[in-house]
Structure formats: C-alpha cells, structure tokens
C-alpha cells in the first residue's frame, strides 16, 4: 500500500473549521482515500472516504487534490468532541485491509 | 445492535500463558480483522478473514493464530505469551472491504508480565 504524510499534531479553537493535511505522492489509481479517527482509549472510527471527488456526509467533508498525490479533511466546526488521533489510510486492497500509519493528533481549545 | 464486541476488556497473564480474545459481530459481515496497538503507534494489523473458514496473515501475525467457523466470531488465539505481545487489541468487520467502512470494538487490553 502507498504510504501517506500527515502533521504529528495539530491545534484548533471551538467552533473553528480544523484542515487536515494528508500527502499521498505515490497513490495509484486504484488507491481509495480513507479517513479514521481514534478518540482516547476507544477503537478507530471511520469518518469519511474517497477516491477521486470531493467527499461529504455529517461528519466531515474530504477534499482530493486533482492529480491525487494530496487531501484535506475538514472538520467545519471543532467540538471538543472532535480531539483525537486522525488517520490518513490509502487502500488498493480488496480485503480493506487498512495500513495505519502515526496520524495527526488533534487538539480543540475552548 | 451491538456491533463488534470484544472480551475480555482487560487481562493479565504470565509468560508461557495461553488464552483467546474472543471477537463477535452481529452485522452480518463477511471480513473481519485483527490489529494490534502499542502505545503512541498506529495500528499493525495480525489476521483478517474474508468469510467463513478462510483466514489470511497480517503484517505481525507470529505468536498468534485465529479461526472462523462462523460469520459472526473471529477469536484470536495467544500462545505462549510474550511480554512483547503486551498491546491493547482491536477487531474490526466490514461488509465492503476496501470500498466500505470498518467497525472496530473497543479494544481489549492485554498485559503480560
């Protein structure tokens, strides 16, 4: 699987939006766009995937770079809810089997 | 609905030990997987199935075995514990694979001293 490069840790207001970045330059075109969260002491959660578009539902929204090789999660309105570990996970395998690399610690600031 | 659930939540054994984690789903799904997580890493993925009777290795899948003769279980199987198996571990199932969203238990904490 393609490795990614996101920021170790990331700091945000309350209510503010908080971007994601996430660098994928060897992504293949087969290469799904997978985004998971992991809250303190708690099992990953998914948040969003994608593969070629941009990408919403309630929990955020994934914005993919044209040529791939980039993507941003946005979360539009920190909670404090939303402090936790983000992980950037590209898959081409067929089984989901998801390569979690160190991910970005968010942290909201009231 | 309960999703995936784990047991036990927390365990200590001895070296030498054996035991299994037990994985249950009751979303009907046919890949489930086992990750594993040191503390302040990602996750490193040991087994997964794709369905009934059919299991495959992970990247760390030494020291472990697992089984799946059921849709809804996958347990994960420790013998002769390590103190380098001292991890908190994690199951997963999803109905697509890669095209899909996993569910995770909420892990179970093993120490072993």
């Known amino acids: 699987d393609a490795k990614t490069t996101q920021p170790n840790s990331m700091e945000s207001n309350e209510e503010e939006p908080v971007h994601l970045p996430c660098n994928h330059s060897?992504?293949?075109?087969?290469?799904?766009i997978h985004w998971y969260r992991q809250l303190p002491s708690q099992g990953p959660e998914y948040v969003i995937h994608g593969l070629t578009s941009n990408v919403n539902n309630r929990m955020a929204s994934l914005a993919i770079a044209e040529d791939r090789k980039s993507s941003t999660l946005i979360l539009h309105r920190a909670t404090l809810r939303d402090a936790a570990v983000y992980y950037c996970?590209?898959?081409?395998?067929?089984?989901?089997?998801?390569?979690f690399g160190a991910g970005t610690q968010v942290v909201v600031t009231p | 609905n309960a999703g995936v659930t784990q047991t036990p939540k927390f365990r200590i054994l001895k070296i030498g030990q054996s035991m299994t984690l037990q994985c249950a789903q009751d979303?009907?799904?046919?890949?489930m997987y086992w990750y594993r997580q040191d503390p302040g890493m990602g996750l490193k993925l040991i087994y997964y199935s794709v369905g009934a009777g059919i299991t495959d290795k992970g990247e760390v899948p030494n020291g472990y075995n697992v089984s799946r003769s059921t849709t809804e279980d996958f347990p994960l199987r420790l013998e002769l514990a390590a103190p380098s198996q001292t991890s908190v571990y994690f199951c997963?199932?999803?109905?697509?694979?890669?095209?899909?969203?996993?569910?995770f238990g909420e892990g179970s904490r093993l120490t072993v001293l």
């Open positions: 060897t992504i293949s075109g087969t290469d799904y």
């Open positions: 997963a199932s999803s109905f697509l694979g890669s095209t899909g969203e996993l569910f």
């Open positions: 979303m009907n799904h046919n890949y």
């Open positions: 996970i590209l898959t081409t395998d067929s089984w989901g089997k998801l390569q």
